[in-house]
Each structure stands twice: as C-alpha cells, then as structure tokens.
C-alpha cells in the first residue's frame, strides 16, 4: 500500500539552527498537510498546501516556519531559528481530494531542539 | 471553531473482547468529517475509519466500526475482537467541510490509550 515517508526520522539540533524537515507524499495526492505533537499533548495542525502555495495555516506556523515542494516529490517544512518549544514530532500528510477523507500521514519526525 | 473531546485516558480490554472509545465533538458546520487514528509505541499515525456526517449509514473497517449518533454529537470507535496489537494510543479527530477551510485541517482529540491484555 502506497504511504506517506518522512526523513529523517529522528532530528537533533542546537538552539538558533535551521531544520529541514522531507517527506515524500503518496504519487497521486495533491494535498499536503504538516502537524505537530509536542510530546503528551493533542496533534496540532500547521499548515495546508496546494497547487504550490499555502492554502491555510494555523497560528502556530509563524514566520520562523516555511512550507515548499521543490521538486514536484519532495515536500518539505523549514525551521529557520529553531526553539526549544518546537521540539515534538512533526507528521506530514496527504490526501488526493480536498474532502480529507483519506488523509494519511508519514511516520513523524521527532526533533530534538538542545 | 471545531472540539474534540475523548473522556477516557485510558482503557483495558481482554483480548478477544469487545472495546468501545467514545468520542464526542462540537461544531458550528453542518457537514464534516470524522476519523479515527492509531498511535502505536513507535509514533505513527495509522488511519483506520473514517465518516461523513451525511454518511446514512455506520462506517466499517474490518474489527473497527464507528458508532456514529449525530443527534448526540458522538462518534464511538468499537474494536471487536481485540488484539495484542491493538494496544496504542487512539485518536479520534474531525474537519469541517465549510467553505475556505483546508479539509484536511483536522482537529484532534487528547486521546485515549488502550491496553490489551492477554
């Protein structure tokens, strides 16, 4: 069954760092989606993407986060100054549809902000 | 504004038996989407059911069906037939279908841990 893959799995980094976070969405789907879940609280959505662009984002994706497909497989979320807030895992996610019936997320990222 | 509330930390069963989580929302939209998710240890999140709030009918998956009473507003996960695998943190979640809105913006509840005993 086709799935959504996340690399890397685990990321650790110092304070003030950038991180890219990859996934790779399932071949058909147009949608794509990053959530967090800072570790015993609810997943939290961040921001939606489609047709290049963001189409809405919540008020946790402040200026420090960007969203990009660069090469049409590939979909990434950038953490230019990284916090100790942000760490938690980060989920990426898909659908083909814009009804979100079938959304299916990536293993996670857990980052590590020292 | 969408809420999801999951009332159970958390949940035993015997393996074999019959489970239910229960999962009630709040929203203003009058149509929208419901799921269920499963966390295992590992962190994943494993999509197992979904319904439509226009959906007539229950939705099913193999041992998982979704008790779904809009009047109520609550949207049960029942798991028959327990397994050892089974034993994960659930989620249940939603996503209005309102104009402007991501539909894939889900909401999610706080969770429900479920063991399984042998």
């Known amino acids: 069954e086709p799935e959504v893959t996340q690399t890397p799995s685990h990321q650790v980094t110092q304070m003030g760092q950038e991180v890219i976070l990859r996934c790779v969405p399932i071949s058909n789907h147009l949608y794509f989606y990053w959530y967090r879940q800072i570790l015993g609280q609810k997943v939290e959505f961040l921001v939606s993407?489609?047709?290049?662009?963001?189409?809405?984002k919540s008020e946790i994706f402040d200026d420090q986060f960007s969203v990009e497909r660069p090469d049409g497989s590939n979909f990434t979320l950038k953490i230019r100054s990284t916090k100790l807030e942000d760490s938690a895992m980060y989920f990426c996610?898909?659908?083909?549809?814009?009804?979100?019936?079938?959304?299916?997320f990536g293993s996670g990222t857990q980052l590590s902000v020292l | 504004a969408q809420k999801i509330t999951q009332t159970q930390p958390g949940m035993f069963v015997q393996e074999k038996e019959a489970v239910t989580l229960d999962c009630t929302y709040d929203?203003?939209?009058?149509?929208?989407?419901l799921f269920w998710y499963k966390q295992p240890s590992s962190g994943e999140m494993i999509f197992l059911i979904y319904?439509?709030?226009?959906?007539?009918q229950n939705a099913t998956e193999g041992r998982y069906s979704l008790n779904f009473q809009k009047a109520r507003k609550s949207a049960n996960l029942v798991i028959s037939a327990s397994q050892l695998g089974d034993s994960a943190m659930y989620f249940c979640a939603m996503n209005p279908f309102a104009g402007g809105t991501s539909y894939g913006k889900l909401t999610f509840g706080q969770g429900t841990i479920l063991t399984v005993h042998p």
């Open positions: 996610a898909s659908s083909a549809d814009n009804y979100g019936e079938k959304l299916f």
């Open positions: 929203t203003s939209d009058p149509s929208y989407g």
């Open positions: 993407f489609y047709n290049n662009e963001i189409s809405e």
């Open positions: 319904q439509g709030s226009y959906d007539q």
